[in-house]
């Protein structure tokens, strides 16, 4: 509204009549082509990438283990590592084939809607955990040896 109605006041204040819809313009245009979640994600896998490695040190030397009543698959951490699992503070360990997964939330939502970071060991394929096989409604990117950033929707 206000952006336009400046512009019917051109004669009146000249060339600061464009500033309210530029503005706006500008808004417009970051919003749909900043990748926000793309960088969001970049910032927490590199943030806490070595709290990650420690927790999946620990899982494999049995210093952690699942500890969670309800699932044998899950681990609750504890308050040191509040910031590498997001809805719950808690890992999902799946052991298949005989090697260990482990797999870090950055988004946990209902029934099989997820997001996170999965340790993938070596000789070992991100699409032999959980669900990552439905191609359809799966998303797996590799970050780094091992790591992997998966989304199931």
Request: proline share 3%.
């Amino acid at each position: 509204g206000f952006s336009l109605s400046c512009l019917f006041k051109f004669k009146q204040i000249r060339w600061l009549a464009i500033v309210p819809l530029a503005a706006q313009l500008l808004t417009f245009v970051i919003l749909e082509f900043v990748p926000f979640t793309k960088l969001w994600v970049n910032a927490d896998f590199h943030l806490y990438e070595s709290q990650r490695q420690e927790i999946v040190e620990k899982v494999y030397s049995g210093e952690l283990v699942p500890n969670v009543e309800y699932n044998s698959s899950l681990i609750a951490l504890g308050s040191e590592y509040s910031k590498v699992s997001m809805g719950g503070n808690e890992i999902l360990i799946q052991d298949i084939n005989g090697l260990k997964y482990v797999f870090f939330f950055t988004f946990r939502g209902i029934l099989d809607n997820y997001s996170g970071f999965l340790y993938v060991p070596d000789g070992g394929d991100p699409i032999n955990f959980a669900d990552l096989n439905e191609e359809d409604v799966t998303q797996i990117i590799k970050y780094a040896d091992n790591w992997y950033y998966t989304s199931h929707h």
